[in-house]
């Protein structure tokens, strides 16, 4: 059915109820009511939404021309209730829109996205239409949030620049460093002016550029709000992101406009913010950033994991089951942490990545220092057939002891939910020095996880990080200390020991949100874009803005 039409029906039924008593046109004199409504609506595109989805012309366009023709015009009364009810529909629907957001993210993204949602069954359709003052009413009701406002600001200041000049960019080698010269310096120069990030009055574009100390600062900052290493040199990834177009930067804030409605941090005081594209853990308390800390985040699914995954739920074969390894985009609540974890090796690694290493070396288990278990009995390690490593139901289980290489590192940081992922410390540090960090089977790998439980630790009844240290078998230098925990151990550990393995129950738990943003502005007012790495904007897009709809407008 025509959008235009939707909730006719529904709204019938509320007229019905009122004796088709009008709510908001109640004469033929209330065109300033129904300029300014509508006014409201056509200016949908502020926040990112398209003013088409509310039809204010039509609406106008019913109302008008039952004022204006007052004689010749028998159906001016049925054109007035049109209009009064295609207003209330499309005022329902905005006010739906900015509340709630365009698109329900549980249903778009069904097998990814779990934070809570308004519970829909409390939603009252049509509190928007029961306001002494509607106007009033949709003013208010306009997201109020720091992250949303300012990006909206950034959605005004980057519409300003479609419909200008905005040349591809090409380097004559595969990569400028400081003192480089090439012909596309004064192309990239103007664009980082154009982006705001390099100053007029202090560099002037010539003919005879070479790379500046002045521009490298320049790209250092471009690559910086764009995720990248800031190194300065320009190679394939800053080229690729001095490329984007000014209507790919729209339809970026656009997209994350909607995400900024479909969830508000404002109303949480304190909690921990994993943004899965920025490859970072941010600690928030009161609005503010108190630090954040790199982490690596799950392996994209690959492209054609639809097409794949349809297969296999027709096979239910295990050969035709494609990986899916993404980090879910989720809610939960940090309770604890496990110091000297052990890692119970997940079914997919056993058969991706267990049996390739075993293939290689017969002795990878026992170097690794894994131990195998059958129906709940360890067995021995010559006894392990890898042929069953690679059958549908494994057999084994297989765990990895604490101590040096384990895969989780000296501290697991633990929060209820149903996909097995948490956040944790490894051994594996050269992920950290790229700009991409999607390496991981699900699980959030924390760069510096010291840093991060110091900060869980704070005012904690028992556990201070010093104990914690000691605990994993680092160094602290202050004997007092060490007597201290010695001293205290057996208390730390009593109810929460198992070996090496230790639980710190944490005194009071901390609200955590995986979340997906591909577009923000930072606490200096640039505005930062990254890569959309699980490809949740494409997704997005093609329901917000499809195909025709582009076209059309061409």
Known sequence: MDSTYRFIDTLKEFYSSRQLKPVIIKSFEDGEVVNALTGILNRADEHGLNPDEYHAELIRNEFFNAVNDTIENPNRHEQLAMAEILLSKAIIKYAYDLRYGYVNPRVLFSDSYFIPLPDSASRDLFEPLKQENILEYLNKIQPASTNYVKLQKALKHYNNYLGLDWPVITISSPKLEEGSTDPSLKLIASRLITLGLLDTSAYKLNDSLFYDSTLVDAVKKFQKINGLNEDGVIGSGTLERLNITPEQYVKTIKINLERFRWIDYANTPQYLLVNIPDFKVFAVENGRKLFDIKVCTGIRRPANFQARNEIYKKTKKIRDKPDDWETPVLYSELAYMVLNPTWTVPASIIREEILREVTKDSNYLQIKNFKVYKEGMEINLNEVDI??????????????????????????????????????????????????????????????????????????????????????????????IRSDYERKRTALRRNASFGKTTDIILDRKIPLYIDYYTAWVDDDGYVNFREDVYRKDKVLSDYMFPEKEIIAQR
């Open 387 to 480: 042929k069953e490593f690679s059958s549908a139901r494994i057999p084994y289980t297989i765990v990895q002891d604490p101590g040096a290489g384990n895969a989780l590192g000296k501290i697991k940081f633990m929060f209820r939910n149903p996909f097995g992922v948490y956040l944790h410390d490894t051994p594996s540090r050269a992920p950290f020095s790229k700009s991409n960090r999607a390496v991981s089977h699900g699980c959030v790998r924390v760069e510096k996880p010291i840093m991060l439980a110091e900060y869980l630790l704070r005012d904690h009844s028992k556990w201070n990080v010093d104990f914690l240290k000691l605990e994993i078998g680092q160094r602290v230098d202050d004997r007092a």
